[in-house]
């Protein structure tokens, strides 16, 4: 997949991501601190990852730009072990510089998962 692709769906999917945290933080502020809210922040960006690529192979960005995540053995859909390490590998600093040498994600590389048009 395109680095362009990814750029976008990395930018849809933080506005996405933001836009559902604050709404649910600001829903709840009588009730939550900022200690908790940082911690339900990073709740939710696992959560947000974990839950659409598993249940849909896409997040929101992906289904934007009209791409999914599949198994890179078979094409099909990835386990939940395998989204479960892709979720994981995004909290790697800097994983991003991944994508300059190889073109590949670090997620994609340790969860043996590619990004494919849908």
Excluded at 17 to 35: E, H, K, M, Q, Y
Excluded at 92 to 97: R, T, V, W
Aim: with cysteine; aromatic share 18%; charged share 15%.
């Amino acid at each position: 997949m395109t680095l362009s692709k990814r750029i976008i769906n990395f930018l849809i999917d933080s506005l996405a991501f933001f836009g559902i945290t604050f709404l649910c933080i600001w829903a709840s502020s009588s009730r939550i601190d900022p200690i908790q809210a940082r911690y339900l922040f990073i709740a939710f960006y696992f959560l947000y990852y974990l839950g659409f690529e598993f249940a849909f192979g896409k997040t929101v960005g992906k289904f934007i730009t009209q791409t999914k995540v599949v198994s890179s053995k078979d094409l099909t859909k990835p386990t939940f072990i395998q989204v479960l390490i892709r979720t994981l590998s995004r909290i790697i600093p800097f994983y991003f510089i991944s994508y300059l040498m190889t073109g590949k994600g670090m997620h994609d590389h340790f969860s043996n998962t590619i990004l494919i048009k849908s």
